[in-house]
């Protein structure tokens, strides 16, 4: 193996890093508004939300170069107002792993905000807190386990996107090249131990985090059972 190029790794690890914040605290809103209300036309909008979760990632990359692309709608606007462009750059990465990682998180998020007994919030609101102070010392650390989950997730799945970051983003060493366009790339190229080096570190990262995440459910779930 040639000299190596560890870009790929602080590359992946910064953008999903970004990512996953964005799709947290998205993922938290959205689910909070959404998961436990009943509005017409709730089922479509969890359909589009979670839709990134069932189409193949290309399709997806295909429809943010069509969003973000210098012809599109967000693209133009953004270069022609800001001079700010986001094919083949680094926030192209970080925008193609929010997509595809957010329905992970939504789901998470939803099913957290709804297995805990409501009673507990209304109680709160009745002696006078505010929803505000209710959401941060009540609903949050209860959903917490479950969010815990989706963040773990989502940032797993940001750190292994290819087909829609390729998509948007290109390869451009230095710049754009993430661990798994990397793998694509060290292949394409016949340089199979620097594909097997970053095949390594990326199962790594995901056995690392699927472990952890085990490990503290286990554990949080058996100090539950004590409690009760």
Do not use: C
């Amino acid at each position: 193996m040639n000299e190596l190029n560890l870009s790929p790794l602080w590359l992946s690890i910064k953008t999903a890093s970004f990512a996953t914040v964005i799709v947290f605290i998205l993922g938290v809103i959205l689910a909070r508004m959404i998961a436990r209300n009943h509005f017409p036309g709730k089922s479509i909008l969890e359909a589009i939300i979670l839709l990134p979760l069932v189409l193949p990632p290309t399709v997806v990359g295909f429809g943010l170069l069509y969003l973000f692309g210098k012809n599109g709608f967000i693209g133009q606007w953004l270069s022609h107002y800001f001079d700010i462009q986001i094919v083949f750059t680094w926030y192209a990465v970080i925008i193609a792993a929010v997509v595809v990682s957010f329905p992970l998180m939504y789901q998470s998020a939803s099913a957290a905000f709804q297995q805990y007994d409501r009673n507990i919030e209304h109680a709160a609101y009745t002696m006078g807190a505010s929803k505000w102070k209710v959401f941060w010392t009540i609903s949050f650390p209860l959903a917490w386990p479950g969010l815990l989950s989706g963040l773990v997730l989502s940032f797993a799945r940001a750190l292994g996107e290819f087909g829609a970051t390729l998509m948007l983003a290109g390869y451009i060493p230095n710049v754009t090249d993430t661990i798994p366009l990397a793998i694509y790339f060290a292949v394409e190229s016949g340089n199979m131990d620097m594909a097997k080096f970053w095949v390594f570190i990326i199962i790594a990262f995901g056995f690392s985090a699927i472990l952890w995440l085990n490990w503290w459910s286990k554990r949080h779930m058996m100090r539950f059972q004590v409690k009760q």
